[in-house]
């Protein structure tokens, strides 16, 4: 099959890889009509991410069809299209029967870690991604879902991650009824925040982003105030339009990778003496108010960054932190999509067959031709 290759960082190629095979009972062969490029691909990407290795595949956003089956699976069969969670999870363990599907301990060998992940590093199992014509699925009767007959593959495709890890963080931030709510960042997974907020409650939303485009996008298809950090000193502004205090509830959709300060930037982004660049995580902590909730859907690698945790202390501010819990969202946001009320396709500007990933990977790398997200194409056509 023809799939994405890591090389190292800032390389990336298509290549011939095997196909993938049944390897134990519970799993299925599902053929990829749709990809995606995650901002947690370019975390790897870039080199910041432990133990990713030169070789393997990236994606954990995809959808598809099932190819075959393993002789234990119940829900599936051959022919079913399914929309995959990016979290590999048994259903069964302590934290499965909790909900808490991203904690699984049984689909990743550093079990004190998340659960297994689809095309991430080695520190979530190892497993191939869906930047690829065919994946391998585990406990295929536990993650997917099945795509309603009347709906699109990519009216469902964000299900598999980004929609949902919006949500959680909105959800994670216990949002009460006329609160203001702050997203720093303006790509998908915030974007998604936004959105979120509104459904539960918010009565002010406000974006924090440094690119006029996408911005723009924010206004247009979330309906929140925004704000450009280059252009005001963000701190005393958001103070200023919440009465002195701040707001209520400060999420922070970038990780590490954020911008904004030349100190973490340095530190963490090129020496690599942090786990990437906290300055999203800092401002929430500065701008919230006091007895105000963060909300951390960033990805940060370990094992440390530099945060003011004694002002956060001072403040009484609350933390909800997680890797998203992807199964247990899926059926409550596809109604939200069937009634219109999320236009989750509605955020894609960039479609490229897989051959041309390299194109697309730069693109949104570099932020170019207005690209706020790239789906892919494996088998290069509609």
Known sequence: MQAMVYEGPYRVKVGTKPDPIIEHPNDAIVRVTRSAICGSDLHLLHGLV????????????????????????????????VAVPFNISCGSCFYCK??????CESTNPNSDLASGVYGYSHTTGGYEGGQAQYVRVPFADVGP??????MEDEEVLFLTDILPTGYQGAEMGNIQPGDTVVVFGCGPVGLFAMKSAWLLGAGRVIAVDHLDYRLAFARKYARVE??????????????????????DVCIDA????????????????????????????????????????????????PPWNLVPIGTAMNKGLTFRMNQCNV??????????????????KGIITHRFPLAELPRAYELFEKKLDGCIKCVLLPHGHA
């Open 145 to 150: 879902m099945k795509i309603p007959d009347d």
């Open 50 to 81: 432990t133990d990713t290795r030169v070789g393997c595949t990236f994606g954990h956003e995809f959808v598809g069809v099932v190819e075959e089956v393993g002789s234990s699976v119940r829900t599936l069969k051959p022919g079913d299209r």
């Open 254 to 301: 970038v990780g590490m990778e954020a911008e904004g300060s030349k100190l973490h930037s340095v530190l963490g982004v090129k020496l690599k003496m942090e786990a990437g660049s906290p300055t999203a995580l800092n401002w929430c902590i500065q701008a919230a108010r006091k007895g105000g909730t963060i909300s951390i859907i960033g990805v940060y690698g």
């Open 327 to 344: 199964k247990r969202y899926m059926p409550h946001l596809l109604e939200h999509i069937r009634a219109g009320r999320i236009d989750a």
């Open 226 to 247: 925004t704000l450009n950090f280059k252009d005001v000193d963000i701190i005393p502004t958001l103070k200023e339009l919440t009465e002195g205090r701040g707001p």
């Open 98 to 103: 909790r909900g808490l599907f991203a904690n």
